[in-house]
């Protein structure tokens, strides 16, 4: 359970208040293990080309030549692998790594129950984000009525939240007092929790191998899809018996137990950071000041624009890829369509809807399963692209749902719909053929898969 907690930001305050003297890593017990932790390897290039990377041409030609040069003459040398530090390149650094195949912090080494445990946390986590914006649609009517407004400036309630996508402050929506407040605080509380649903699949695929990661994708590609099907069931029934704000009331319940649950159990599962604070810890055991782990040495080199190009600009530059964008248009569409059957179902069904439901798994499943696979190192950031364009078209169908089904009818309405959806059957069997040269070109996709 120790395990467990310690990398979780409960387990951080508790070190934090206590100065490390509960829940310790390996090395706060033993400092002198500090060594265990080094890549000889990269600690070698870096004192010889200054970089992590292998150099594409002759790798060891010219710092060994420089090498040579400096025999006789003062020169520096890296105390931990004792190799001589290129005077022209080289940096005195050593890389802390994961200290073997086996190593107990790096996710892929987690146990069953850790990984099984930790992918229902982040699937509680989607499945709390999502349903937040159907869970709302029952009470449309009742903000008709309490605001005096259109339905369609009532169904903004629904798509401004799809636009921001979250959890976000949901108790201050529940006292909204004016209609103006209610949009602010939906968008708001959309946008303030969707980095959880850019980065559920990444966190899953940090902890299974990719032979394994397809298991844990499909399900969480379940709770996604089931998030904003279940969302007008479980409003309904407080949205008939108390009306709109009790839709509010108990999905801020259910994220409530979520944060609670997060808090306490959900550890970090990036190998980036999870090296970083090691690298950290070292440092402030050993004194010693070149212990880092690689992407420290990266950061070191990037500038405020170069994070803002990662962090902003490239979701946005991989959704110029044509494979990225058609699989991002694709889903994109048949997750408009779901929410146009938020709006329409009423109008059309009685009952019955599982038939869609199963369809949009078996798409989202696969898209997720290879975007994560095809991009492996910007799969954060590719899924944050298909979220994107997926929201923009939720959160813009439900606000002509109604007047296209009125003004064209039932059979026109539908009719726009399937031939719209039928137009776009081409696109997987295109990829199919073609994705494997469309990825040779590509610069961020993975070229042997």
């Not at 002198?32 to 080094?38: A, F, G, K, L, P």
């Not at 890549?39 to 420089?66: C, F, I, N, Y």
């Not at 399900?219 to 949205?239: D, T």
């Not at 009125?406 to 295109?430: M, Q, R, V």
Request: one cysteine or more.
């Amino acid at each position: 359970m120790a395990e467990l907690i310690r990398d979780t930001a409960f387990g951080h305050l508790v070190r934090l208040v206590t100065r490390g003297k509960y829940l310790q890593y390996a090395e706060d017990k033993d400092p002198s293990m500090w060594q265990t932790y080094i890549s000889g390897e990269k600690t070698k290039r870096m004192a010889h080309h200054g970089q992590l990377r292998q150099p594409s041409l002759d790798p060891l030609s010219s710092s060994e030549a420089s090498s040579r040069t400096l025999i006789g003459d003062e020169r520096r040398v890296n105390e931990f692998t004792g190799h001589p530090i290129d005077r022209e390149k080289g940096r005195d650094m050593n890389v802390v790594a994961w200290f073997g195949e086996h190593d107990a912090e790096n996710p892929m080494n987690w146990s069953i129950f850790k990984k099984v445990f930790v992918t229902f946390e982040i699937c509680f986590l989607t499945w709390s984000v999502y349903i937040g914006s159907a869970i709302y649609s029952p009470g449309i009517d009742t903000v008709v009525k309490d605001f005096g407004v259109s339905r369609i400036k009532a169904t903004l309630g629904l798509t401004l939240f799809v636009a921001g996508y979250g959890i976000g402050p949901m108790l201050p929506t529940a006292l909204s007092t004016n209609f103006a407040m209610l949009l602010c605080f939906r968008f708001l509380t959309g946008f303030i929790g969707s980095p959880a649903l850019a980065i559920g699949g990444a966190s899953i695929g940090d902890m299974f191998a990719p032979n394994k990661r397809a298991y844990g994708m499909g399900i969480w590609g379940v709770i996604a899809i089931s998030g904003p099907a279940l969302g007008p069931i479980v409003g309904g029934f407080a949205a008939e018996a108390k009306g709109w704000r009790w839709t509010i009331w108990e999905l801020m319940w259910g994220s409530g137990f979520c944060l609670v649950i997060l808090f306490f159990f959900l550890p970090e599962t990036s190998s980036a950071n999870i090296l970083y604070r090691r690298s950290r810890r070292l440092r402030e055991l050993t004194g010693i000041e070149n212990l880092k782990s690689e992407a420290e040495i990266h950061g070191e080199q990037m500038t405020a624009k170069d994070v803002a190009l990662i962090a902003i600009v490239r979701p946005f530059t991989l959704n110029l890829e044509p494979m990225v964008f058609l699989l991002n248009l694709y889903t994109a569409l048949v997750y408009g369509l779901l929410y146009i059957w938020f709006e329409s179902f009423p109008i059309v069904f009685a009952d019955g809807s599982s038939c869609f439901a199963i369809g949009n798994f078996l798409l989202f499943n696969s898209v997720f399963n290879y975007l994560g696979d095809a991009y492996p190192n910007y799969a954060a950031s590719v899924l944050a692209g298909n979220d994107f364009m997926r929201s923009a078209f939720a959160a813009g169908f439900p606000l002509f749902a109604t007047a296209m089904y009125k003004n064209e009818g039932i059979g026109w309405a539908s009719s726009i719909l399937g031939c719209l959806a039928i137009a776009f059957i081409p696109i997987p069997f295109g990829l199919y053929k073609y994705g494997e040269r469309l990825r040779r070109v590509s610069k961020y996709a993975k070229k042997d898969f």
